[in-house]
């Protein structure tokens, strides 16, 4: 007799991040009666379903006449997220970030590189390249705990903002090209999901404008790195489960069906 030939699938290849969420409302994503609380039953803090899992925000805006930029992180005012998950009650954006941020003028229309990186529990976010480059880093032993982070992305009726070339790695995967994100007079959202140990997340942030120069939150956009509540995230082992169980119940029902033929 000859001998069976086994046959082996061979697993998918695992993708890093997926795009669960993309809008251009910020109620509709984030506050009580939007996406988060309702179709991902994440509990709300002030009405607001974000601000909760937040952890660390880079942010570029115009402000005055320079830019401001930096990471924002929890802190004694904004609430820490002691134990893990909860503890936050107020965007971290609303609070000045870690040495004050920087103040060296936008160029119109002019790409500026940034990254976001996440080594252990600590998180370091760059804008710029040479001269003027600025790093901030911090270290909390919650964010290991990141598994999500949103694009924000918003312009009023005399600016815009684009961010291009976007990018995530980790140690799984080399350079997975994500999505541009950009606005004119309007808001963009995006939510990836599926994050997993040391990651890089990079681009470039384009702020332009018309006529005089916008100032305070005209322009802005913020990459938020968030904790989702497990519960809120189905593992990819927890669907293959689940699919493997379905499959089951399809053979017996088929065999009974079978059966009853007979």
Do not use: C
């Amino acid at each position: 007799m000859a001998p069976v030939a086994m046959v082996v699938a061979a697993m998918p290849a695992q993708a890093a991040v997926t795009l669960s969420y993309s809008g251009n409302n910020d109620a509709a994503f984030e506050l009580g009666g939007g996406y988060l609380a309702v179709t991902r039953g994440l509990p709300t803090v002030n009405n607001n379903a974000l601000v909760p899992t937040e952890r660390a925000v880079g942010q570029v805006r115009i402000g005055g006449n320079s830019y401001t930029r930096g990471l924002h992180v929890p802190n004694a005012s904004s609430g820490e997220p002691v134990p893990v998950g909860t503890g936050v009650v107020n965007a971290l954006t609303n609070y000045a970030p870690l040495g004050g941020g920087s103040t060296l003028p936008w160029v119109n229309g002019s790409p500026v590189e940034f990254s976001i990186v996440r080594t252990g529990t600590t998180v370091t976010y760059s804008l710029g390249v040479g001269p003027g480059a600025t790093t901030w880093s911090s270290t909390k032993g919650y964010y290991g705990d990141i598994n999500a982070f949103v694009l924000r992305a918003r312009s009023g009726t005399n600016g815009g903002i684009a961010l291009s070339d976007l990018s995530y790695s980790d140690l799984m995967t080399t350079n997975q090209a994500l999505a541009s994100l950009s606005a004119t007079n309007a808001t963009a959202i995006n939510l990836y999901e599926g994050v997993v140990g040391d990651f890089r997340l990079a681009g470039k942030a384009t702020l332009s404008w018309t006529g005089q120069r916008p100032n305070g939150s005209n322009i802005a956009a913020q990459i938020k790195l968030i904790e989702m509540p497990v519960s809120a995230i189905p593992e990819p082992a927890t669907w293959a489960m689940m699919i493997i169980g379905f499959g089951a119940v399809g053979v017996s029902l088929r065999r009974k069906g079978a059966r009853a033929t007979a």
